[in-house]
Nanobody
Framework: QVQLVESGGGLVQAGGSLRLSCVGS????????VGWFRQAPGKEREFAAA????????KYSDSVKGRFTISRDNAKNTVYLQVNSLKLEDTAVYYC???????????????????WGQGTQVTVSS
């Protein structure tokens, strides 16, 4: 069983930045792709970014590309999501998740992820 704990969310003005952290437990976390997803009120959970186990490959949704950066430090069992140039539409609960399967390219599909954290709220104000 993998436990995931997200932190770093908060209230920020449009154009601001935050760094989200996802701390995981165990070998499964260090050896698998980790993704960040987000869910706004009344909307489906959507993919934001993901990173392979060694950080060698990253993937971003078109809506966050160029503004968000995912990275990981396996020695600290932590995956980060640096979110810059925040927009009102980035307001959501942000979740990290660990993929079910190893793959050379990170999957963007929520059902391909086995373990999920409780989420951290990001609210962007005008």
């Amino acid at each position: 069983q993998v436990q995931l704990v997200e932190s770093g969310g908060g209230l920020v003005q449009a154009g601001g930045s935050l760094r989200l952290s996802c701390v995981g437990s165990g070998w499964t976390f260090r050896s698998n792709t980790v993704g960040w997803f987000r869910q706004a009120p009344g909307k489906e959970r959507e993919f934001a970014a993901a990173i392979t186990w060694n950080g060698g490959t990253t993937k971003y949704s078109d809506s966050v590309k160029g503004r968000f950066t995912i990275s990981r430090d396996n020695a600290k069992n932590t995956v980060y999501l640096q979110v810059n140039s925040l927009k009102l539409e980035d307001t959501a609960v942000y979740y990290c998740a660990v993929a079910k399967y190893l793959a050379p390219v990170p999957t963007t599909v929520p059902r391909d992820y086995a373990y999920w954290g409780q989420g951290t709220q990001v609210t962007v104000s005008s």
